[in-house]
């Protein structure tokens, strides 16, 4: 079945420092990807997203391309704030279901002034 | 515009007891998803209903049921409650279940918690 592999946490940087969380998956045909963040005591919130090979979704900073030749999409981010310190999620959605999405077991960010 | 609601956001209950959560999508999206997020861990999927039907079920056992009513909106249902089903529950909304890169917009969820 279909699954994710996030890099486990706390990632602890300082401001200004470079970010990434390496993500990979598993799944059977052509998955969309997702990179959600989730504040303290909120829901999901959609970072941005990807829908095939080599695709580069962007938002706020951060960004993750589609490597479909090493299954991955990794988060980067050229230079972290103390905002935003979350738990960030990589999730794919399979185009052979009906657009349910799996979860990593997602990665804390600590960002330190 | 109002994004994904739900209600109510913390509940206690008891071991055995039953429970119902409420979700309202966003304006115009026709499918709504539950996950369970326990604490530490990414979300599960449970359903997804679109148009009123069930879509899509996860892997939960039969104490777990939902339906989606005409304008949309749904309810989770958890009966005979266990400790392992403290959690986040979270609804997300999407435009309609077609196209798997449709993304979802998530409510800020109800945290359940069992004594």
């Known amino acids: 079945g279909d699954s994710v592999t996030q890099m486990e946490g706390p990632v602890t940087l300082s401001e200004e420092a470079f970010l990434t969380i390496n993500c990979t998956y598993t799944a059977t045909g052509y998955p969309s990807l997702f990179w959600y963040v989730q504040y303290p005591g909120e829901g999901l919130q959609l970072l941005l997203k990807a829908t095939k090979a080599d695709d580069k979704g962007s938002n706020k900073g951060f960004e993750a391309t589609y490597r479909k030749e090493t299954t991955s999409f990794h988060l980067e981010k050229g230079s972290v704030q103390v905002s935003d310190s979350a738990v960030y999620f990589c999730?794919?959605?399979?185009?052979?279901?009906?657009?349910?999405?799996?979860f990593g077991k997602g990665t804390m960010l600590l960002v330190s002034p | 515009d109002a994004g994904v609601t739900q209600s109510p956001t913390h509940l206690i209950k008891t071991r055995g007891q039953q429970v119902t959560l409420r979700c309202s999508p966003i304006s115009g999206h026709k499918s709504v998803s539950w996950y369970q997020q326990v604490l530490g861990q990414g979300p599960q999927f449970i359903f997804q209903?679109?148009?009123?039907?069930?879509?899509g079920r996860g892997n939960f056992p039969d104490r777990f049921s939902a339906r989606q009513f005409p304008n949309y909106s749904s309810e989770l249902n958890v009966n005979a409650l266990l400790l392992g089903d403290s959690a986040l529950y979270l609804c997300a909304s999407s435009i309609g279940t077609s196209r798997a890169n449709q993304p979802q917009h998530f409510g800020d969820g109800t945290r359940l918690s069992i004594l």
């Open positions: 999730a794919l959605s399979s185009n052979s279901g009906y657009s349910t999405l799996t």
């Open positions: 209903y679109y148009e009123k039907e069930e879509r």
